[in-house]
């Protein structure tokens, strides 16, 4: 066997090479969904304002001339910790020697960068895809939502790494109704002056404007939080537009002022499951025809001003945007709900998604490690 080489990503080529790695990895694992090349060229590249804060650099494991895995690591200055690095975008064969060396590569790089302390995995950022899958395999990912082999976790956690913090994903059956016991409390205690809207289209820019500074507000105290930047959000709300139905989205007002949003998103992958992440020359067709059709959904964007979060009117709201979502998805032909992620301590809102019905079904684990 000849040595294991690990190489930095330098060209072009050897980012296809990183793109379309977890395909050839992953292709027996029937849960497993090939992203879209184009979505992540457009990802890993200065394209994403992410690097207007942030560096990164992406690294290839070889050996007999073969891709075995890969691995990021990332350094973003509006980390809130100066100490902390990331590393993301981890995959590899279930092989020791590569993972070890793999981490060895990302953890050097990011001492070079003056880090003490390596988070991860974040793909890139912990407002992208956050988390190795660690329990919930045996079903495939919902749109942005990250899938890892079973060994994966134990590989990582043999070279140092232990856990952080765990998020949690819930999924939630549309056509379970609110409990009536909630529906009774919103009709005694609902404040007249609160209102639930949909999206406006025709304002789409200053919208997103408004469910950003309502989303950094909402997050600032919650751990590991980075705040969207105006050019991070209007780079999203290009991407979500085509795939946005405005009246699944739900802004909850308190006299005409916004005071919480949710925004729920049909689910990508399970109409591209059988693409390899190409979309040309026919699969472009076959999505436009399939979107028509999904039965899955997701909630990735949700959120309550800090100032409205106390008292009753307050612990309503979450509620209200959760209804207002799923009567729309029921209409679209939905039939189930991904609500992610969930920090695994918020346990307001957790006792809020299981006084839904909602089960928590998928786990993921943020690692850490100190850089001796």
Avoid at 31 to 40: D, G, H, S
Avoid at 244 to 269: R, S
Avoid at 354 to 364: P, R
């Amino acid at each position: 066997m000849s040595a294991l080489q690990v190489i930095p990503v330098r060209s072009s080529a050897e980012l296809n090479r990183f793109i379309r790695l977890p395909a050839q990895l992953y292709a027996a694992d029937p849960n497993f969904v090939p992203p879209l090349i184009m979505e992540r060229r457009d990802a890993l590249t200065p394209k994403n304002p992410y690097f207007e804060h942030a560096e990164a650099q992406f690294f290839l494991a070889v050996r007999n001339g073969q891709d075995v895995g890969r691995i990021s690591a990332q350094v973003d200055r509006l980390v809130k910790q100066p100490d902390v690095g990331h590393f993301g975008l981890i995959a590899a064969v279930d092989d020791a020697e590569v993972f070890a060396a793999l981490c060895a590569a990302a953890e050097a790089w990011l001492r070079s960068q003056g880090k003490s302390r390596v988070q991860g995995p974040f793909n890139l950022s912990i407002n992208e895809e956050t988390g190795l899958l660690v329990d919930g395999f045996d079903t495939p990912p919902i749109i942005f939502m990250a899938h890892d082999p079973r060994f994966a976790g134990g590989q990582i956690e043999r070279l140092g790494y232990a856990k952080a913090k765990d998020v949690i994903a819930y999924m939630y059956d549309l056509q379970l109704e609110l409990p009536a016991a909630m529906r009774r409390v919103i009709q005694r205690h609902k404040p007249g002056g609160m209102t639930v809207r949909h999206l406006d289209v025709k304002r789409y820019e200053a919208e997103f404007d408004m469910i950003r500074d309502i989303f950094n507000d909402a997050w600032s105290e919650n751990w590991g939080f980075v705040p969207f930047t105006e050019a991070e959000f209007k780079h999203l709300a290009k991407g979500l537009k085509p795939l946005l139905d405005p009246k699944l989205g739900a802004i909850v007002e308190v006299n005409g002022v916004a005071v919480g949003f949710g925004i729920l998103l049909p689910n990508l992958n399970e109409a591209i499951a059988d693409f390899d992440g190409r979309l040309l020359p026919f699969n472009w067709l076959k999505l436009l025809l399939r979107l028509k059709r999904l039965e899955t959904s997701r909630v990735p964007l949700m959120g309550v001003r800090r100032s409205f979060t106390g008292g009753l009117a307050g612990g309503l709201v979450p509620f209200l945007i959760i209804d207002s979502m799923r009567t729309r998805a029921r209409e679209r032909g939905f039939k189930q709900v991904e609500l992610s992620w969930i920090l695994e301590d918020n346990m307001p809102m957790r006792r809020i998604l299981e006084a839904l019905g909602s089960v928590a079904y998928k786990t993921y684990r943020v690692y850490e490690k100190q850089l001796t």
